[in-house]
């Protein structure tokens, strides 16, 4: 049976994300968003090879372990599960750019500043 840990990226008033790591590898992710309502929704995405079995102990952790510590008084917990592999983390930043504010004034781009921008992985 996987003994799941659980490690917090990021947390607002109304939402929280967390790594699932089993034995020290990363199995999933869960984006947690609660709501006045209640009701709380969370999206879970984990490995290919979480049978459903393990997908439901891993839901029943999540709900006793993440939202019930922080809302015991949810009327409802929706999960949508995604499962697959894991593609990388994408973000805008590069990290081979330098931030040397330099650079030409064709280079300028309007609204924020930035141009288009690839998406690609860190690391």
């Given amino acids: 049976m ?4 659980f490690e917090r990226e990021s947390r607002t008033p109304f939402s929280e994300a967390w790594t699932i790591e089993d034995g020290g590898d990363a199995v999933g992710r869960v984006d947690i968003h609660f709501t006045d309502s209640g009701i709380v929704y969370a ?3 984990v490995t290919a090879d979480v049978d459903d079995d393990e997908l439901q102990d891993l839901i ?3 709900d006793e372990g993440l939202v019930l510590t922080s809302d015991p008084y949810r009327d409802d917990f929706v999960v949508t599960v995604w499962r697959g592999e894991y593609a990388g983390v994408y973000s805008e930043e590069d990290e081979d750019d330098d931030d040397d ?6 280079d300028r781009v309007e609204g924020n500043g930035r141009g288009p921008v690839l998406l690609k992985p860190n690391g």
């Fill in 2 to 5: 996987p003994d799941y840990h």
């Fill in 43 to 45: 999206t879970l995405c």
């Fill in 60 to 62: 029943a952790e999540i």
């Fill in 101 to 106: 504010g330099g650079g030409d004034e064709d």
